[in-house]
């Protein structure tokens, strides 16, 4: 099935991000943004359509579009965001999704950040983060639930979401940061630790038959290669800054009919 990959331009504001654990460094707008584009074309090379939403320079965080829906094949879920500042990031994104999937709306009081949440198969593992609350479990399960999904609370320790330390890999293979989060909460599945040293290293994202990594962090690529994971490296030392990893920066969705691809 084809996929579609719906991106968003990193923004001129990006360096007032939203920060939780880092400390704020200066981004380089120019380099994140051809960094942004290499991914967005690796993502080609990985098979997707990569169509690039309109951009919101006045909104720093925009380019993490993987926070705002959880895009599933049955329903798109627009989040509330649990940053507030995040929360005017929707509309163009709901906009485009409301034409390919049936929406559903979290409201007040749930805030669920879509980095929180970490598909396999019919299972959704959710962090417990300063982003998702416990309404923001309730919604989603309430949402999905009656679609044959199952929400598994994950505990999380120090980072913003559960996506910051766990990764799917495909299949039922799981990349974890064992230092943030717990390899024995993914009952029944394969859990591949990052090394010591390459926590970053932890949010990957499976597109196609490739999984794209962060460069440089050359032990967990071996690792994932060992085990016959076919990787692709990219940049991301900017937008890392502002606490995204590779899974934030695009929704992905299997779809039947494929609208043009956006130069
Ligand atoms: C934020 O704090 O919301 C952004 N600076 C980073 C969001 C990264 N998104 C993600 O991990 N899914």
């Known amino acids: 099935m084809p996929v579609l990959a719906l991106t968003r331009p990193v923004s001129e504001s990006i360096a007032r991000c939203e ?3 880092s400390s704020r460094t200066p981004i380089d707008v120019r380099t994140a943004r051809k960094q942004h584009s290499a991914y967005e074309q690796a993502l080609r090379d990985a098979g997707c ?36 500042s995040r929360r005017a990031e929707s509309s163009a994104i709901a906009e485009r999704l409301a034409e390919l999937r049936p929406l559903a709306k979290m409201a007040a009081p749930a805030t669920l950040d879509g980095g929180d949440v970490l598909r396999v198969g019919r299972t959704l593992y959710v962090g417990r983060s300063t982003r998702t609350n416990r309404a923001g479990h309730e919604a989603l399960t309430d ?31 799981v990349l974890v940061d064992p230092a943030r989060v717990r390899p024995t909460d993914f ?33 967990t690529r071996s690792m994932l290669e060992n085990a016959g994971v ?14 995204g990893g590779l899974t934030c920066c695009s929704l992905l969705l299997e779809c039947s009919g494929m609208p043009g691809e956006n130069p």
């Open 230 to 243: 076919k990787c692709h490296a990219v940049a991301n030392t900017e937008l890392a800054k502002a606490e």
């Open 187 to 219: 009952h029944g599945l394969e859990t591949f630790p990052v090394p010591e040293g390459e926590g970053a290293a932890a949010n990957a994202l499976r597109v196609g038959d490739t999984v794209l990594v962060a460069e440089g962090f050359p032990r």
């Open 143 to 173: 949402i999905t639930a009656p679609l044959g999904y199952e929400v598994i609370p994950i505990e999380i320790g120090g980072c913003l979401h559960l996506k910051s330390a766990a990764s799917w890999l495909g299949e039922d293979r």
């Open 49 to 84: 359509t990569v169509e690039r939403l309109p951009g919101a320079d006045t909104l720093p965080d925009a380019v993490f579009v993987e926070d705002i829906a959880l895009v599933l094949d049955e329903v798109a879920i627009i989040t509330r965001p649990g940053a507030v």
């Open 19 to 21: 920060l939780t654990f």
